[in-house]
Structure formats: structure tokens, C-alpha cells
């Protein structure tokens, strides 16, 4: 059984810093991209970042700069650094696991709240 486990969300205030841990079980880490997505309330889910296992990383426009995912294939976690955060930066933040060799092979977490406050 798959799980991705997401915990570090929270209230902070604008320019404050958070990050987001994500624990994966039930799969192979090494043959996922694992990301983050975040979605806002009325607005569609976006990809904030995802990485690869051979550090390939991929980062959404609004976060560039900002925000930093790594991960630590021994311990099958991904983080995600998130530094200056902006009230714009209020979501609930995914992450996402996708089999390199199929698009169609995904998990997603729960989801965790973060909430940035002017």
C-alpha cells in the first residue's frame, strides 16, 4: 500500500520560512519523481516542485528563488524548503509521487495546510 505522508505545514507570517517533510512507503523511491503541488482555495492545483532521484529539480515560476526541494533517497523523504514566503503562497500543499516510467502510475498525499499571513 502506498503512502506519502506530508507533515512541517503550519501559520507563519510573511517572510518567514516553513519546511515540508513528506515520508513515502509502499513504493520504490528511486523510480519516482517525487514533487509538491499546492492549491488554493478556488483555484486549480499547481506544481510548486518535483525532483528526481538523480537531482534533476523543476520549479513553478511563482517559487523560483524562493522555495527548495530536495531529497534524501536513503530515508525514501522529500522536503520542501520554503523560505520569503508570501500570503500568495497560502495553500494546501501535495506531494506527488510519479513512476519515471509511466505518467500514469501517481500517488498523492493528504495534503498539509500552509497558511501565510500578512
Known amino acids: 500500500q502506498v503512502q506519502l505522508v506530508e507533515s512541517g505545514g503550519g501559520d507563519v507570517q510573511a517572510g518567514g520560512s516553513l519546511r515540508l517533510s513528506c515520508a513515502a512507503s509502499?513504493?520504490?523511491?528511486?523510480?519516482?519523481?517525487m514533487g509538491w503541488y499546492r492549491q488554493a482555495p478556488g483555484r486549480q492545483r499547481e506544481m510548486v516542485a518535483t525532483?528526481?532521484?538523480?537531482?534533476?529539480?523543476n520549479y513553478g515560476d511563482s517559487v523560483k528563488g524562493r522555495f527548495t526541494i530536495s531529497r534524501d533517497n536513503a530515508k525514501n523523504t522529500v522536503y520542501l524548503q520554503m523560505d520569503s514566503l508570501k500570503p500568495e503562497d497560502t495553500a494546501v500543499y501535495y506531494c506527488?509521487?510519479?513512476?519515471?516510467?509511466?505518467?500514469?502510475?501517481?500517488?498523492w498525499g493528504q495534503g498539509t495546510q500552509v497558511t501565510v499571513s500578512s
Open positions: 506527488h509521487a510519479q513512476l519515471i516510467y509511466s505518467a500514469d502510475v501517481q500517488n
Open positions: 509502499g513504493i520504490i523511491f528511486n523510480m519516482h519523481r
Open positions: 525532483a528526481t532521484s538523480g537531482g534533476t529539480t
